[in-house]
């Protein structure tokens, strides 16, 4: 099963818990829907991408100590340099940016996912730092607390480690 299947289905699973929720009389209704709703959100936390802290330790054993050519050959050129007084280089690639804009009834909401890759590299252009910025997949509660993954993740295909 896929990432995208696996979400489908936890969106499923939290949207059935909302409908019993809004259906359940009784007095064991309540609770039996705090049950449930823990489980789905469990399912949806064990995540279909992998987290930022996943990326930044896949990325950093693949690329520290590298050349910073082999990060514009798996990125392209980069978003910006910047040369330090140490006579080190900062890099940052932004890989994807998207602006989600939610409108109803003449008022919007407007909210942009994005990725970077930032490194630091030596004077002879040895990569000795990385991390990312990113946003969390998702909005809302999924953003909050990270359900899907991070962006980073998803953009390079990285899936959570087992």
């Given at each position: ?46 995540g ?14 693949q ?15 980069p ?54 910025e990113?946003?969390?997949?998702g ?6 607390v ?17």
């Amino acid at each position: 099963m896929d990432a995208a299947q696996r979400s489908k289905i936890a969106i499923r699973a939290l949207a059935r818990a909302f409908w019993l929720r809004k259906t359940a009389y009784g007095s064991g209704g309540q609770s039996k829907m705090r049950i449930l709703g823990i489980v789905v959100l469990g399912a949806a936390l064990a995540g279909c991408a992998a987290s930022r802290q996943e990326v930044v330790a896949r990325l950093g054993d693949q690329f520290i100590g590298k050349n910073v050519d082999s990060l514009v050959v798996q990125f392209g050129p980069p978003t910006s340099t910047f040369k330090m007084n140490s006579g080190q280089s900062s890099y940052v690639w932004q890989l994807t940016s998207v602006t989600d804009i939610d409108v109803d009834r003449g008022y919007g909401t407007a909210s942009t996912r994005f990725c970077k890759v930032s490194i630091i590299a030596s004077p002879v252009g040895i990569v000795t730092q990385l991390d990312t910025e990113d946003s969390n997949a998702g909005g809302g509660l999924y953003a909050a607390v990270g359900a899907f993954g991070s962006i980073c993740a998803r953009r390079l295909g990285m899936k959570p480690q087992t």
